[in-house]
Each structure stands twice: as structure tokens, then as C-alpha cells.
């Protein structure tokens, strides 16, 4: 699977749009972006997924660029629920046990009143 | 539908005490895995399952060992705790097909004294 590089951390004012950047640059045409999101020391939960289209969901939107290199994933109107780590990650769709997700150390976002 | 379960939530043992952490999935899913976390860092992969009967090594194995029960069950046993294995484990599943997302546990928090 491709690598991803995301920031360590970033804010956002409550109410506001949060946009957190994924850089992809290795992907390839096959491998599909996932986003998680991991609240304080629980386990990470899942949040949207995409291929080359933009996809939006009840949680979330993820645009992805056109080349396919980076995506953003964004959380339209953050609360202070939202105050988690984000990971981004690439992975193949795959059947059987060959896939081994791997989880960096993702982009801290704090929501902030 | 309970998703996927661990127990214990919390654990605090001696060192050289050895115990096994249980992970049950009620999803019908073929794969399962078992990640640790260390503060600030992100997940490492310890042991994977990638279907009833098979297990295979991950990232940082040294001082596990694992049992895929039942398709339903896999579970983690430190035979030897040592305070380097101090962590929060999570345990998650995969369908194991195609796109699908994975699931985690709530996480077992470990301190080896």
C-alpha cells in the first residue's frame, strides 16, 4: 500500500469547517483512500472512503484531487466532538487476508470553542 | 450486533505475570488482528489472522503469541509481561472482501509493573 503523510496536528474554531490534508503521491490507480478517526484512546472508527470521485457521507466529505495524489478530507461544521486523531490511509481492494492495514500517527485536530 | 468486543477494559499486572486478552467479532468476518499503541504514537500491528486456522506475524510480535479460536475469537497471551509491553491493544476485523472497512475493539489498557 501506498504511504501517506499527513501533519501532526491541527485546529479548528467550533462551527467552522475542518480540512485535513492527505498527500498520497505514490498511489496507485487501484488503491483506494480511507480516513478513520480515533477519540481519545478509543478504538478508531471508520469514516469515509474513495476511489478518484468526491464522496460525502453523514460524517464527513473527502475530495480528491484529480491526479489522485492528495485528498482532504472535511468535517463541514466541527463540534467539540470532533477533537480526535485523523488517520489517512491507502489501501488496495482485496479479497482474502492479504491485506495488512498500517496506521501512521495521523493529524491530531483539536476543536476548540 | 455488538460489533467487536474485548475484555479485559483495564489490566495491571506484575512483571513475569503472564495473561491473555480476548477479542470475539460477531460480524462474520474471516480476518482479525491485534494492534498495541503507545502514547502519541500511532497502531502497531503485533499478529494478524487472515482467516480461521492461519495466523501470521506483524510489526512487533516479540513477547506474543496468538490463537484464532473459532472465526470468532482470536486472542493475544504475553506469557512473560514485561513493562514494555505497557500499552493500549486494540483488537479489529475485516470482511475480508473487497472495500470493506475495518472495525475495532474498544481497546484493553495493560500496565506491566
Known amino acids: 500500500d501506498a504511504k501517506t503523510t499527513q501533519p501532526p496536528s491541527m485546529d479548528c474554531a467550533e462551527g467552522r469547517a475542518a480540512n485535513l490534508p492527505c498527500n498520497h503521491s505514490?498511489?496507485?490507480?487501484?488503491?483506494?483512500v480511507y480516513w478513520y478517526r480515533q477519540i481519545h484512546s478509543q478504538g478508531p472508527q471508520y469514516i469515509i472512503h474513495?476511489?478518484?470521485n468526491n464522496e460525502t457521507n453523514e460524517m464527513a466529505s473527502l475530495i480528491i484531487t484529480e491526479d489522485r495524489k492528495s485528498s482532504t478530507l472535511i468535517l463541514p461544521h466541527a463540534t467539540l466532538r470532533d477533537t480526535a486523531v485523523y488517520y489517512c490511509i491507502v489501501r488496495v481492494a482485496t479479497s482474502g487476508g492479504s491485506y495488512i492495514p498500517t496506521f501512521g500517527r495521523g493529524t491530531s485536530l483539536i476543536v476548540h470553542p | 450486533n455488538a460489533g467487536v468486543t474485548q475484555t479485559p477494559k483495564f489490566q495491571v499486572l506484575k512483571t513475569g505475570q503472564s495473561m491473555t486478552l480476548q477479542c470475539a467479532q460477531d460480524m462474520n468476518h474471516n480476518s482479525m488482528y491485534w494492534y498495541r499503541q503507545d502514547p502519541g504514537m500511532g497502531l502497531r500491528l503485533i499478529y494478524y489472522s487472515a482467516s480461521e486456522g492461519t495466523t501470521d506475524k506483524g510489526e512487533v510480535p516479540n513477547g506474543y503469541n496468538v490463537s484464532r479460536l473459532n472465526k470468532r475469537e482470536f486472542s493475544l497471551r504475553l506469557e512473560s509481561a514485561a513493562p514494555s509491553q505497557t500499552s493500549v491493544y486494540f483488537c479489529?476485523?475485516?470482511?475480508?472482501?473487497?472495500?470493506?472497512?475495518?472495525?475495532f475493539g474498544p481497546g484493553t489498557r495493560l500496565t506491566v509493573t
Open positions: 479489529a476485523s475485516w470482511s475480508g472482501q473487497g472495500i470493506n472497512e475495518q472495525y
Open positions: 474513495g476511489l478518484k
Open positions: 505514490t498511489i496507485s490507480g487501484n488503491e483506494y
